[in-house]
C-alpha cells in the first residue's frame, strides 16, 4: 500500500469518459458522440496550422497577443479582458481552482456538464446540483441551494447534454440573487449555433458585473477539438487571476494561428451553422414521428428520449452496428436517453434510416 494520500475529494471523482470514436469490427460510417462541428475545420484554419510546422522548436506565445486580438475584433470585445486556454475546459478548472476549496460548494443545474462537480471535487469542495425541469435549467431551483458556502455556480447555456437554454432576462435575475462573493460562471460553448432572440451569450452580464465571466471554445462551430483551443471573457480581476494561475505556455503555436484563420473564414462558420439549422429540426421531426422523444435543441447536438435504460441501451448498440455511434449519457443521470450530434446530410439521414429499422424491428 502506497503511504501517498491524494487531497480530499479526489478519490470520489468519477474519471470523465468521453464519447467513443470507434466500433470495433465495424466501419465508422459517422462519429456523433463529441458534438464536434459537422463540416470539420475551415480550410484556411488547416492551412495556418500547417504553415507553422517549421517553427516547431520556437514556443508559443505566451500572452495568446494575436489570438485575444482576433477574437476582440471579430466579437467586438476588449482584448486585454480575454484569456486564452488549452480548451475551455482548462479555463474552468483554473477558475474553480482559483476560487472554490475546501469548505466551498460549487452549484450547477442537476443535468449540466459532467466537468463541473469533478472540478469541485478536484479541490476538495461540494458539488451541488440544483433539480431541473423538463430537463431545463431552473433559476428558482438553483438560487434556492445558494448558501453562505456557494462561492461558484456554473450555468452551460445552452446546456450540455440537453441542448435547452435560458433566456438572457432568466440568467440575469440568477445573477441579482446571487451574493457579490459568488462567481457565475457561463458556459457558453455552443453560443455560436443560438438564433433565438430572447438568448445572450454572456457578454451584456459580463460588462456590467464583477463577479460574472463567460467560457467560449473552437471545439464546436469551429471544428477545433483536436487543438484544445479555449477563451474566457471576463472583468479585469479575474483575468488577473486567471493570468497568475495559468501555464505560461497553455496555448500552442499551431492552435493559436488556426484560430484567428477560423475566425476569419466566416464562410466557412455560416456554412457550419446552416446546416445545423437545417438538420437539426429535420432530424428532430423524423425522430418524433418514429414514436421516439428528442428533446428541444438549440446546440448542435439532440438529446433523444428512449423510455427506458434498456431500450436507450439497444438503440445504441443498433446504431453502433450500422457504424453510427452516438453518445450514452447514464454518466449525467439520463439513462434511457441517447444525445445525438448533428452531422452532415447524409449522416443524419443514416441516424433516421437506422431508428426508423430499429423501432420497426420492435425494439
Given at each position: 500500500?502506497?503511504?501517498?494520500?491524494?487531497?480530499?475529494?479526489?478519490?470520489?471523482?468519477?474519471?470523465?469518459?468521453?464519447?467513443?470514436?470507434?466500433?470495433?469490427?465495424?466501419?465508422?460510417?459517422?462519429?456523433?458522440?463529441?458534438?464536434?462541428?459537422?463540416?470539420?475545420?475551415?480550410?484556411?484554419?488547416?492551412?495556418?496550422?500547417?504553415?507553422?510546422?517549421?517553427?516547431?522548436?520556437?514556443?508559443?506565445?505566451?500572452?495568446?497577443?494575436?489570438?485575444?486580438?482576433?477574437?476582440?475584433?471579430?466579437?467586438?470585445?476588449?482584448?486585454?479582458?480575454?484569456?486564452?486556454?488549452?480548451?475551455?475546459?482548462?479555463?474552468?478548472?483554473?477558475?474553480?481552482?482559483?476560487?472554490?476549496?475546501?469548505?466551498?460548494?460549487?452549484?450547477?443545474?442537476?443535468?449540466?456538464?459532467?466537468?463541473?462537480?469533478?472540478?469541485?471535487?478536484?479541490?476538495?469542495?461540494?458539488?451541488v446540483a440544483a433539480p431541473e425541469?423538463?430537463?431545463?435549467?431552473?433559476?428558482?431551483?438553483?438560487?434556492?441551494?445558494?448558501?453562505?458556502?456557494?462561492?461558484?455556480?456554473?450555468?452551460?447555456?445552452?446546456?450540455?447534454?440537453?441542448?435547452?437554454?435560458?433566456?438572457?432576462?432568466?440568467?440575469?435575475?440568477?445573477?441579482?440573487?446571487?451574493?457579490?462573493?459568488?462567481?457565475?460562471?457561463?458556459?457558453?460553448?455552443?453560443?455560436?449555433?443560438?438564433?433565438?432572440?430572447?438568448?445572450?451569450?454572456?457578454?451584456?452580464?459580463?460588462?456590467?458585473?464583477?463577479?460574472?465571466?463567460?467560457?467560449?471554445?473552437?471545439?464546436?462551430?469551429?471544428?477545433?477539438?483536436?487543438?484544445?483551443?479555449?477563451?474566457?471573457?471576463?472583468?479585469?480581476?479575474?483575468?488577473?487571476?486567471?493570468?497568475?494561475?495559468?501555464?505560461?505556455?497553455?496555448?500552442?503555436?499551431?492552435?493559436?494561428?488556426?484560430?484567428?484563420?477560423?475566425?476569419?473564414?466566416?464562410?466557412?462558420?455560416?456554412?457550419?451553422?446552416?446546416?445545423?439549422?437545417?438538420?437539426?429540426?429535420?432530424?428532430?421531426?423524423?425522430?418524433?414521428?418514429?414514436?421516439?422523444?428528442?428533446?428541444?435543441?438549440?446546440?448542435?447536438?439532440?438529446?433523444?428520449?428512449?423510455?427506458?435504460?434498456?431500450?436507450a441501451a439497444a438503440a445504441n448498440?443498433?446504431?453502433?452496428?450500422?457504424?453510427?455511434i452516438p453518445r450514452m449519457v447514464?454518466?449525467?443521470?439520463?439513462?434511457?436517453?441517447?444525445?445525438?450530434?448533428?452531422?452532415?446530410?447524409?449522416?443524419?439521414?443514416?441516424?433516421?434510416?437506422?431508428?426508423?429499422?430499429?423501432?420497426?424491428?420492435?425494439?
Amino acid at each position: 500500500m502506497s503511504a501517498l494520500t491524494p487531497r480530499p475529494g479526489i478519490m470520489k471523482i468519477a474519471p470523465y469518459v468521453p464519447g467513443k470514436d470507434s466500433v470495433e469490427g465495424k466501419q465508422t460510417i459517422a462519429k456523433l458522440s463529441s458534438n464536434e462541428g459537422a463540416l470539420g475545420p475551415s480550410p484556411k484554419a488547416m492551412a495556418a496550422y500547417a504553415a507553422v510546422a517549421a517553427d516547431l522548436h520556437r514556443y508559443p506565445d505566451g500572452d495568446c497577443s494575436g489570438l485575444r486580438a482576433a477574437i476582440g475584433r471579430h466579437y467586438g470585445l476588449d482584448p486585454a479582458r480575454i484569456v486564452c486556454g488549452a480548451g475551455s475546459d482548462e479555463l474552468l478548472n483554473l477558475l474553480v481552482r482559483a476560487y472554490c476549496g475546501p469548505g466551498d460548494q460549487l452549484l450547477y443545474s442537476q443535468y449540466g456538464f459532467m466537468m463541473y462537480p469533478i472540478n469541485a471535487l478536484g479541490v476538495g469542495a461540494q458539488p451541488v446540483a440544483a433539480p431541473e425541469k423538463n430537463y431545463r435549467t431552473d433559476i428558482d431551483g438553483l438560487l434556492a441551494e445558494v448558501t453562505d458556502r456557494t462561492r461558484v455556480v456554473c450555468l452551460a447555456n445552452p446546456n450540455n447534454p440537453t441542448g435547452s437554454y435560458v433566456t438572457k432576462d432568466d440568467v440575469r435575475r440568477l445573477h441579482a440573487g446571487l451574493p457579490k462573493n459568488v462567481l457565475l460562471i457561463i458556459d457558453a460553448a455552443y453560443a455560436e449555433y443560438v438564433s433565438k432572440n430572447d438568448y445572450e451569450a454572456g457578454v451584456e452580464l459580463v460588462d456590467g458585473a464583477e463577479n460574472v465571466v463567460m467560457t467560449r471554445t473552437f471545439s464546436k462551430i469551429y471544428g477545433l477539438g483536436g487543438l484544445r483551443l479555449g477563451w474566457m471573457y471576463g472583468p479585469a480581476g479575474v483575468i488577473d487571476v486567471l493570468s497568475r494561475l495559468r501555464q505560461p505556455f497553455n496555448v500552442n503555436a499551431a492552435a493559436q494561428a488556426a484560430g484567428i484563420a477560423a475566425l476569419a473564414d466566416l464562410a466557412h462558420t455560416d456554412a457550419s451553422r446552416a446546416n445545423n439549422d437545417t438538420w437539426l429540426p429535420w432530424l428532430a421531426a423524423e425522430l418524433g414521428q418514429l414514436g421516439l422523444a428528442p428533446r428541444a435543441s438549440v446546440g448542435n447536438f439532440v438529446l433523444v428520449g428512449f423510455g427506458s435504460k434498456d431500450r436507450a441501451a439497444a438503440a445504441n448498440d443498433w446504431m453502433m452496428n450500422d457504424g453510427l455511434i452516438p453518445r450514452m449519457v447514464g454518466g449525467y443521470g439520463l439513462p434511457d436517453h441517447l444525445r445525438i450530434t448533428i452531422g452532415t446530410e447524409s449522416e443524419v439521414r443514416a441516424v433516421k434510416e437506422s431508428l426508423a429499422r430499429f423501432v420497426a424491428a420492435g425494439k
